[in-house]
């Protein structure tokens, strides 16, 4: 089992950065994939980011060259560092378990937290 903490949003203006963090109970988290989900006002969540239980990353394309994934097994971490932001990055975002399947990397359904807000102003 495994619980999953985000924490590092808030307000920033376009052309901000924030990082982001997630941090995970358990001794067990290096075996995971993990991605990050954002849902902004209004619209599904979507997956931004995601990185293999080996560290390569991918990203959606709208945050490509933006934002950078990473991982600490050691410390049970992951992070979403978020450069030249813009207002359409608005939304909550969450970590979460991701498990690769034939159409695509699929979240899991247990392990969703609260989330962190983040603002990003015009």
């Known amino acids: 089992q495994v619980q999953l903490v985000e924490s590092g949003g808030g307000l920033v203006q376009a052309g901000g950065s924030l990082s982001l963090s997630c941090a995970a109970s358990g001794n067990i988290f290096s075996l995971y994939n993990m991605g990050w989900y954002r849902q902004a006002p209004g619209k599904q969540r979507e997956l931004v980011a995601a990185?293999?239980?080996?560290?390569?990353?991918s990203y959606t394309g709208s945050v490509k060259g933006r934002f950078t994934i990473s991982r600490d097994n050691a410390k049970n971490t992951m992070s979403l560092q978020m450069n030249s932001l813009e207002p359409q990055d608005t939304g909550v975002y969450y970590c979460?378990?991701?498990?690769?399947?034939?159409?695509?990397?699929?979240?899991?359904?247990?392990?969703w937290g609260q989330g962190t807000q983040v603002t990003v102003s015009s």
């Open positions: 990185i293999t239980r080996g560290g390569t990353a």
């Open positions: 979460n378990v991701i498990t690769a399947t034939p159409t695509g990397w699929t979240p899991s359904a247990n392990y």
